[in-house]
């Protein structure tokens, strides 16, 4: 289909959606409205080529009001809400640009402020919903803007948005679950995007404070435990950027791709759902965690998951490794995790007998503590690892279009968290000579 097609079936759904809707008609069909203007529940706002609309709603069974944005074609499908934790109790709601400062701010019935954007003070502020999704307070006369919900993410990762970290303002950006499908105050799930002391980004999902499941690092073209990635990058191109001011991931959407986004679910899983036109539906692209095998440290430090392997329970000890205690293991309580058979000899003074043995295709271990230079080969990685005696592993960073592999991270505590995947990397890990 052609992007000229596409784009006038989404302008024909969004049309049938305003006849369906006539309180759209109370504001006009509009996307911006200024000081002296205000949405009241039941008007809304449509971005201009009527992909996203901004409005009062009621999430499930909830007869709460919340402010928030949603697909125009899909009202269930919310991505945004300013109100999560102070929900309306009626329908008297208003989002309106305070005169003094040029806030935007919903007030309840009374003129109590339920929300606010906290943004810049300014005389002339104008509210748009762009066709992004993204609700931007500027000035009018600057056109500096001012405040957006880009910055204020809820549950949800639209094309254009970041997660990750500002290293020199502190700003930091990550997803937060909804409470439940009838609550969007935030949940016990976070997405964010961890990074190493080198600045190494992967994606981890937490459940209040620990770590539930990771993608594995960024290997230059996908998060290395998500190669799914690889059907829809082409859509869907992910963006990851690790500079001295910032560490940030996030994708666009090509000229013509259908709609997408990515949710962090209330139950804690991580989804990324396409518009599929034809059927009216949302399908799932990518889902994560995607099996019992990505619970993150299943099989504890030195253990290895391997999903079809039901007849190991799962998980084994790498190679040369044996269950640190050998009961609770049998127990099926993995997390203790593996110990080495025979110890390391290394001395520090370039006497290491100690070699390498591979571990293929890998989503690689938790890299927060690990060290990455990507400037240097696979085989100076080596040597440097081994080198090293707090060196316990080590992989390549990045892998190149055509399958080549360059760079080095290098592990020194916590092989933890690894598991079987598909188009997974290779790990060396560190043994004794013995046990080559
Ligand atoms: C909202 O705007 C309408 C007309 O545009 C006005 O009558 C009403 O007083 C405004 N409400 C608030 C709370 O400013
Ligand atoms: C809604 O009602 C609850 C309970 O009475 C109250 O705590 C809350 O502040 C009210 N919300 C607003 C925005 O006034
Ligand atoms: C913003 O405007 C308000 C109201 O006019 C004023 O009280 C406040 O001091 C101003 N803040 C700044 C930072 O200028
Ligand atoms: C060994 O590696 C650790 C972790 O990367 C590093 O802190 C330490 O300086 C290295 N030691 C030597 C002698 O290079
Ligand atoms: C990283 O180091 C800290 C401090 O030593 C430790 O508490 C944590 O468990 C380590 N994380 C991993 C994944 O090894």
Redesign the pocket.
């Known amino acids: 289909m052609t992007a000229v097609t596409c784009s006038y079936i989404l302008s024909l759904f969004s049309f049938t959606f305003l006849l369906l809707s006539p309180r759209a008609f109370a504001v006009g069909v509009t996307d911006t409205f200024r000081k002296g203007q205000n949405v009241t529940d039941g008007e809304t706002l449509i971005s201009a080529g009527g992909t996203f609309t901004l409005g009062f709603f009621s999430p499930g069974a909830s007869t709460k009001r919340y402010l928030g944005i949603w697909f125009s074609v899909s009202a269930e499908a919310v991505c945004w809400v300013a109100n999560r934790d102070r929900p309306l109790n009626n329908t008297a709601g208003v989002l309106l640009v305070a005169s003094d400062t040029g806030d935007l701010l919903l007030l309840d019935g009374p003129g109590q402020v339920a929300w606010s954007s906290n943004s810049p003070n300014t005389s002339s502020a104008v509210v748009q919903l762009q066709e992004s999704g993204n609700l931007v307070v500027h000035d009018h006369g600057s056109k500096t803007i001012l405040w957006q919900s880009f910055d204020h993410p809820s549950n949800t990762l639209l094309p254009g948005m970041k997660m990750g970290k500002n290293l020199w303002t502190g700003d930091e950006w990550y997803l937060s679950s909804w409470r439940s499908p009838d609550d969007p105050s935030p949940g016990d799930f976070r997405r964010v995007l961890d990074y190493s002391t080198t600045r190494l980004p992967e994606l981890i999902l937490w459940q209040r404070d620990a770590k539930a499941y990771r993608t594995g690092p960024w290997n230059g073209r996908w998060f290395n435990g998500v190669p799914e990635a690889l059907t829809y990058a082409h859509e869907f191109p992910l963006q990851v950027t690790a500079s001295a001011s910032e560490v940030t991931y996030g994708y666009t959407a090509k000229r013509g791709a259908p709609l997408t986004r990515v949710v962090v679910t209330d139950a804690g899983m991580v989804r990324r759902f396409v518009w599929d036109a034809s059927s009216l539906a949302w399908k799932i692209f990518f889902q994560g965690p995607r099996d019992g095998c990505d619970t993150y440290g299943r099989c504890g430090p030195f253990g290895l998951c391997d999903a079809s392997a039901a007849s190991s329970a799962f998980c084994s000890c790498l190679k040369r490794f044996s269950p640190a205690s050998p009961p609770t293991w049998n127990m099926r309580e993995t997390s203790g995790g593996c110990r080495r058979n025979v110890v390391l000899n290394c001395h520090?003074d370039g006497t290491a007998t100690d070699g390498f043995v591979l571990v293929r295709g890998v989503k690689l271990p938790d890299t927060h503590n690990a060290?990455v230079d990507t400037s240097i080969s696979t085989e100076e990685c080596r040597d440097r690892c081994l080198?090293?005696c707090?060196?316990l592993a080590y992989a390549s960073a990045e892998i190149q279009e055509g399958g080549g592999e360059s760079g080095s991270i290098?592990w020194?505590d916590g092989i933890i968290d690894l598991r079987y995947v598909d188009r997974g990397q290779d790990l060396y890990l560190r043994l004794a000579e013995s046990e080559l």
Do not use: L, Q
Request: aromatic share 0%; glycine share 12%.
């Open positions: 520090g060290s080198a090293n707090s060196c290098m020194t």
